[in-house]
């Protein structure tokens, strides 16, 4: 496709229950990025892969949540025993290089409710 | 401390007045990224602008201008004429190079939500 894709666009779970969330990135970014947009807290950076690798993991808030990419395209990001406060929107964006200007395209992002 | 700092979280204007968006950041980089991104009801980020820290031209696109000014770190957002088209949430966002690990990730003002009422 021509952007960024998502899914699925809305989850609802029950506290307790594990959830994958996909992101298909646009054809050839190397680079893919996991963002979580809350009321709270705002739009907040979760993890970052350059290809299948993620060095930087820092934005990650707990063990619960991981992520992986493989053929340096696809992304999955995983909530084990989600709790409340994991309910947010989560957002995807790929970039085209490893670089500080290059801007990144955002995905419509994955709504989680968990009741 | 905010790194980017959107002080106002709502404005309403009438359609065709001119309206601001103000955005302030720190960093300590003297190499760095400023952008404007827009959030529209469909929820999808749209990328507006990106500005590096060296170009402190201000910039225009049709409606939309620029004002970057390193002295006083702010990087504001005008929209002339404004539209009822342009009501949606706008984010300010910085880019540093020691962001970690190199990722380069964008640090997110709290956002302006603009409604631009007929």
């Known amino acids: 496709g021509a952007g960024v894709s998502q899914s699925p666009s809305n989850k609802v779970t029950e506290k307790g229950k594990d959830v994958e969330l996909r992101c298909d990135p646009i054809s050839g970014h190397t680079a893919l990025y996991w963002y979580r947009q809350s009321l709270g807290q705002g739009l907040e950076f979760l993890i970052y892969?350059?290809?299948?690798?993620?060095?930087?993991k820092s934005g990650l808030p707990s063990d619960r949540f991981s992520a992986e990419r493989t053929g340096g395209s696809v992304s999955t990001l995983t909530i084990q025993r989600t709790q409340q406060e994991d309910s947010a929107v989560y957002l995807c964006?790929?970039?085209?290089?490893?670089?500080?200007?290059?801007?990144?395209?955002f995905g419509p992002g994955t709504r989680l409710t968990v009741l | 401390a905010q790194k980017v700092t959107q002080a106002q979280t709502e404005i309403s204007v009438v359609e065709k007045e001119d309206v601001t968006l103000d955005c302030v950041y720190e960093?300590?980089?003297?190499?760095?990224?400023l952008f404007w991104y827009k959030q529209p009801p469909s929820g999808e980020l749209v990328f507006l602008i990106r500005r590096n820290s060296f170009d402190e031209q201000n910039e225009i696109s049709g409606r939309y201008s620029w004002n970057f000014q390193k002295s006083t770190s702010s990087f504001n957002f005008t929209i002339t004429a404004s539209q009822v088209v342009d009501s949606a949430v706008y984010f300010c966002?910085?880019?540093?190079?020691?962001?970690?690990?190199?990722?380069?990730?964008?640090?997110f003002g709290k956002g302006t939500k603009l409604s631009v009422i007929p």
């Open positions: 960093t300590r980089d003297t190499t760095y990224y």
């Open positions: 892969f350059q290809g299948n690798s993620a060095p930087d």
């Open positions: 966002a910085l880019s540093e190079p020691d962001s970690g690990a190199g990722s380069y990730q964008l640090t």
């Open positions: 964006a790929s970039s085209s290089g490893r670089t500080i200007y290059n801007e990144q395209f």
